[in-house]
């Protein structure tokens, strides 16, 4: 049986139609990464209505596509993130630059909240843990200009393959060089 094409309006049920425009209603307010999944979602809705849909176009036309408007439209205006300061204590910087809790950090290093407020109040971190407290800052540093603390945090901790999953395994280096190349990337 093969099925007609349907249009917006007979595929959205009761959605609104903005829900899907780019920078209203839900894209407005979301990262990639969730816009991303959101039209998934929507995607696998309409094949479960049985809509005839075509497949998105491959991650090459998606990269030559994104690079294009990119450079047609090279910023969208929004609030500069609030300077941080670094103080010198690795504990106070990558929750200034990262956004990442004092839980985070804990659940992350596998110890406990009140462990990681005692190096942070002593100004001091056990040697063993000081080579991913450092590229944790690092990361932080270079994610909080563009995003902000609470964007920072978001890259970190949300999608599939999280970087502070990475960090948890051990993984340091790809989570900075996944840091460095959004920092040099074209939407800069």
Excluded: C, H
């Amino acid at each position: 049986m093969t099925l007609a094409p349907a249009t917006f309006d007979e595929v959205t049920g009761p959605m609104s139609a903005d829900t899907l425009k780019a920078g209203t209603g839900f894209a407005g307010q979301r990262t990639g990464t969730e816009y991303g999944s959101y039209v998934e979602y929507v995607f696998a809705r309409f094949v479960a209505w049985g809509v005839e849909v075509q497949l998105p176009p491959s991650n090459e036309i998606l990269d030559e596509q994104i690079v294009r408007a990119a450079r047609e439209r090279p910023f969208v205006s929004s609030a500069r993130p609030e300077a941080v300061k670094l103080t010198g204590n690795l504990v106070a910087d990558i929750r200034a630059t990262s956004g990442l809790t004092t839980s985070d950090l804990a659940s992350l290093l596998g110890t406990t909240e009140r462990t990681v407020a005692a190096w942070r109040r002593k100004g001091k971190v056990p040697e063993d843990r000081r080579k991913m407290l450092e590229a944790l800052r690092a990361v932080g540093t270079i994610l909080v200009g563009g995003l902000g603390r609470a964007g920072a945090r978001r890259w970190l901790t949300e999608g599939p393959n999280a970087p502070i999953d990475l960090l948890a395994d051990g993984r340091v280096n790809e989570v900075l060089a996944r840091a460095q190349r959004y920092e040099t990337s074209v939407a800069d």
